[in-house]
Nanobody
């Protein structure tokens, strides 16, 4: 059973960068499709990015395109989310999730998997 752990969150000024990492204690991430999601206070969870295990194809929410990059590090057995030019509206708790199916993308929006494999989240705060 996967045990996902997110790391790399923190406080950053607008325009700054953070790199989040999603790992599994059993080193099995390479076999799964991984998505990043976030939830701001008082708002619904939203999909941020996703990478297919099958073909490596990546997807992004329109709000982060050109600023965020998802990548799979097979040596580290991790999926990272590089976040550049951060904005206040990027603030929230970021979660990674894993599933064996492809990313769920409908009309350009990344949707959550029907999976039990979620991490505990890491807080990202963008503020001056």
């Amino acid at each position: 059973q996967l045990q996902l752990v997110e790391s790399g969150g923190g406080l950053v000024q607008p325009g700054g960068s953070l790199r989040l990492s999603c790992t599994d204690s059993g080193s099995r991430l390479n076999s799964y499709t991984i998505g990043w999601f976030r939830q701001a206070p008082g708002r619904e969870r939203e999909g941020v990015s996703c990478i297919n295990r099958r073909d490596g194809k990546t997807y992004y929410a329109d709000s982060v395109k050109g600023r965020f990059t998802i990548s799979s590090d097979k040596v580290k057995n991790a999926v990272d989310l590089q976040m550049n030019n951060l904005k206040a509206e990027d603030t929230g708790v970021y979660y990674c999730a894993a599933d064996l199916i492809d990313c769920l993308v409908v009309r350009g929006k990344v949707h959550a998997f029907p999976t039990d494999y979620w991490g505990q989240g890491t807080q990202v705060t963008v503020s001056s």
